[in-house]
């Protein structure tokens, strides 16, 4: 008898197509999560600041998104905004501009300028923080010792 040789079989290595699939898919998985979540805590905020014809409608906002996270504020912003006292809670525009702010920064810069009334001192430094890590982004790109 002659001693043979085992192989082992193992996985093939992930080819790099493979892994940037994947990656740009936990990417945007982990995009939307955190999309979700930011829409989750505006309608939170608007629901706590709002004023509602019906006091128990507060309540019930709040038991709804609690209980269903995604589902709840989408159902508040189309339906429940509809209950409250014109003038209280947060003005779309404002979500709008602090959701622009993880999705696309220039838009929520330029949203911030012309439709919040945050104070001039807050727009300013938001802005000057944009335009440093912009500028930083910009410095490792071009001078980085890694090329």
Do not use: H
């Amino acid at each position: 008898m002659t001693p043979t040789s085992i192989s082992v079989v193992t996985s093939a290595p992930i080819s790099s197509d493979s892994a940037g699939i994947v990656g740009a898919f936990f990417a945007g998985y982990f995009l939307l999560i955190g999309l979700a979540f930011i829409f989750w805590l505006l309608a939170l905020i608007d629901i706590l600041k709002s004023e509602f014809k019906d006091s128990n409608n507060k309540i019930i906002w709040l038991v709804l998104t609690f209980l269903l996270p995604v589902l709840g504020p989408i159902l508040y912003f189309l339906i429940g905004r509809k209950q409250i006292n014109k003038g209280s809670g947060i003005s779309l525009k404002v979500c709008f501009t602090v959701i622009m702010f993880f999705v696309w920064y220039p838009l929520a810069i330029v949203s911030m300028w012309f439709w919040t009334n945050w104070p001039k001192w807050i727009k300013i430094v938001i802005t000057i923080i944009g335009l440093l890590l912009f500028s930083f982004s910009m410095w490792g790109k071009y001078f980085s010792p890694y090329k």
